[in-house]
Nanobody, 126 residues
Framework: QVQLVESGGGLVQAGGSLALSCVAS????????MGWFRQAPGKEREFVAA????????YYGDFVKGRFTISRDNAKNTMYLQMNSLKPEDTAVYYC???????????????????WGQGTQVTVSS
């Protein structure tokens, strides 16, 4: 059974930083690209970042603009999202996700992800 557990969310002032983690179990982590998504109240879930299975290739949503960094440690079955220069509009629940094993490459679309964590709340105050 695949399990993804996020941590690291919290309340931070605008301009501050947070580091999210996602620990995976029940799958061979190094065989999966991974992604972060977020969902703000009243809005659709959107793509934040994705990383290839070996960590060499990374992809970001347009709104990130160099503020976030996705990374992974396959030895620890863990993915990270370092978020800097946070803005109030970054307030959302952030989800870790793993794609269907049938999907090749590093998917960027929510529909290509089969496994989801429970989410961690990030709140940025102005």
């Amino acid at each position: 059974q695949v399990q993804l557990v996020e941590s690291g969310g919290g309340l931070v002032q605008a301009g501050g930083s947070l580091a999210l983690s996602c620990v995976a179990s029940g799958l061979t982590f190094s065989d999966y690209a991974m992604g972060w998504f977020r969902q703000a109240p009243g809005k659709e879930r959107e793509f934040v970042a994705a990383i290839s299975l070996n960590g060499i290739r990374t992809y970001y949503g347009d709104f990130v603009k160099g503020r976030f960094t996705i990374s992974r440690d396959n030895a620890k079955n863990t993915m990270y999202l370092q978020m800097n220069s946070l803005k109030p509009e970054d307030t959302a629940v952030y989800y870790c996700a793993a794609p269907s094993p049938l999907v090749a490459g590093t998917p960027l679309q929510m529909g290509e992800y089969d496994y989801w964590g429970q989410g961690t709340q990030v709140t940025v105050s102005s």
